[in-house]
């Protein structure tokens, strides 16, 4: 939990040193910040997060948008500071896909235990979900493997990474820029067929046809989507 890294977004510099000292002092030591929207979403690309803290009032975009387009790229738990204490936004920041919503004037000490609460729920949950079992094919992520019809397959990395995203996102289309840009990272358009040639590999390891696929489909000019397989259908 210790080695995670967090992303604390505020414009407040005095706010940020003080979060971030008391993390340090409590064992993290892995903090970003970032004092405006832009930048937020800038690092949330490059770097796998595994906790933010966002301000509601940022000078370049309100709070609440920038968590709606920081759940295009993650779900990694988002805590909310704000010195707005009505319900209304409490109930507004936890409807758009925050987890936690703390309200100014707060003990720093609060926020850090609020973090480390985050943490331990998410890692837990993410334990929980360590096995992926679908009719086809199951994955043991905690050995990083992968069996279709109980035989191990091989895979690289990136098949590997493509995958897991795909199964922990299931039913919804992503484009090839997007899926480029979770597995990879920052995108350029010659990278489209990088997409392409490991959506074919995968397909020819989890499919029955790989030529008329039913668990990775290709939405025409449009991108992909991850059907999982129900046991007994």
Known sequence: MYNSHILLVDDEQGLLTMLKTMLNKEGFHQIHTATTGRDAIKLVKECMFHLIVLDVML??????????????????????????????????????????????????????????????????????????DFEQFHINQEEGVIFVNNEEISCTAKEYELLIFLCENPNRIFTGKELYERVWGPYCESDEKTVVVHISRLRKKLEENPKEPKIIITFRGIGYKFIPPVKGN
């Open 59 to 132: 000078p370049d975009m309100d709070g609440f948008e920038l968590c709606l387009e920081i759940r295009r790229y993650t779900t990694i738990p988002v805590i909310f500071l704000s010195a707005k204490s009505g319900d209304f936004d409490k109930v507004k920041g936890l409807t758009i896909g925050a987890d936690d919503y703390i309200t100014k004037p707060f003990s720093p000490m609060e926020v850090v235990a609020r973090i480390q609460a985050q943490l331990r729920r998410d890692r837990f949950s993410k334990e929980f979900k360590s096995f992926l």
